[in-house]
């Protein structure tokens, strides 16, 4: 019965829940500066009968909104942070909302309204059949760049919550078995002489040379790491006219490796190459921290009630609007490109999606012992409590994420099917954990097994604040 409620519920809020998805979508708006789209989000769970504290962890636009009292605790996460550059319109070809501006390239719009339509429907379902329990909304901020997770796990925030969901939308439907990378994101700073560049060159300390002698270093490190490891850089600074020698250049490094200590080992030797850099150039090098976070640990029993509750949900098939957009989206991934993006899933028979449109299978876990290359700070949230973010397919397969076409299928139709269905199995999924003792002592048995005794330490310093100002430099 709660379960049907769940489902009457959002069905009957849809249009309501897309409007808030499309808003989100227009304001892609950057990482610690999304102060409509996370005012929107908190709004909507404040007018639904929610505590929301606001401004949480020393980031304004992060909030955890409470309903509810007592055990268990299941948190719902939701993320609303843009990437630079990726402007664009809902529609099948290359046009800008705006050139240079951001866009939803990964989808937040529909990852915070998917988890806010859930915790809405999970309180009704709650209050209606006398359901016990909290439930949480966790809107967190900046996972593209400065992983506002980890900031709010460290302040404590998740202390205590019993499990987690989130949903990302993504071109296929999933809850995996994967684990993620651990990363390091650092900044490089030099310092050196200015001076005339072709009068007396000699007197100069060019701050680029030691940016670019680092660069090198590194680039010949990538040889001598585990082939797991990611490392890649951008230059920020390079200095002002070539007239003059550099005095200030600056890099900013991600370093990444499928374990914490594999990655400190490879940030180890790239932090050497820096100071290396700022030897042979007759530079000062300073280190800056912008954010450093965990692997994923997985959890197989949260997986499993999240592929039963996508069966008995069942993925919603295409209208004709839909299907016309897909098609159209399709012609402009390259077959080689889909055949890449399907290959480096590890799906089991992903050779079966590649004369598919859009994915409407609902597949087994999968994906137990591997890694997918990329970070996020749900990593942290993992080891401090049992957490799962699962995929629905808002995109037609073998769509690559941060590209304009992940942005314009975010703000279609394509992503409003993805939301509703998304938010019902997230709902359920939550429910279940509220009623089913069993499975709450199986999710954490799962988590405390794949821990091995480890326990979470922050990889940032205690003092360490979110760069809410990074934006304004």
Known sequence: MAHRSVI???????????????????FAELGLREFKSSKLLADELEASGFTVERGVAGMPTAFVATWGSGKPVIGIM?????????????????????????????????????GLAATIAVKVAMERHGIKGT?????????????????????????????????????????NLMSSLALKSVRFHFHGVPSHAAASPEEGRSALDGVELMNVGVNYLREHMIQEARIHYVVERGGEQPNVVPEYARSWYYVRA?????????YGRVLDIAKGAAL?????????????????????????????????????????????FAEEIAKTIPKEVKENQLRKSKRPGWEDLLDKLMDDEIP????????????????????????????????VLGTPAHSWQSTAQSGSPLAHRSLIFAAKVMALSVLDLLTDEDLLSRVREDHARRLRGREYRPLIPPDHRPPVDFWEE
């Open 8 to 26: 009457e519920f959002i069905d009957s809020m849809r249009e309501r829940f897309v409007r808030i998805s499309d808003a989100i979508w227009e």
């Open 364 to 395: 087994e876990p999968w994906g137990e012992g591997e890694y997918m290359m990329g970070s996020t700070d749900v990593g942290d949230v993992s080891w401090k409590t049992p957490t799962l973010e699962f995929n629905t397919a808002a995109w």
């Open 258 to 266: 499928p374990e914490v200590e594999q990655m400190e080992r490879v």
């Open 135 to 175: 439930v949480k909304f966790f809107g967190t901020p900046a996972e593209e760049n400065f992983s506002g997770k980890v900031f709010m796990v460290r302040d404590g925030l998740f202390d205590g919550v019993d499990a987690v969901l989130s949903h990302h939308p993504s071109d296929m439907n999933a809850a």
């Open 78 to 114: 939701g993320e609303f942070d843009a990437l630079p550059g990726l402007s664009q319109k809902p529609v099948p070809w290359r046009e800008p909302l705006k050139p240079g501006a951001p866009g939803h390239g990964c989808g937040h719009n529909i990852h915070g309204t998917s």
């Open 280 to 324: 042979m150039s007759g530079t000062r090098m300073e280190v800056e921290l912008i954010d450093a976070l965990y692997n994923v640990i997985p959890n197989r029993p949260l997986a499993e009630t999240v592929v039963k509750n996508m069966r008995e949900v069942g993925v919603p098939p295409l209208t004709d609007e839909e299907r016309r």
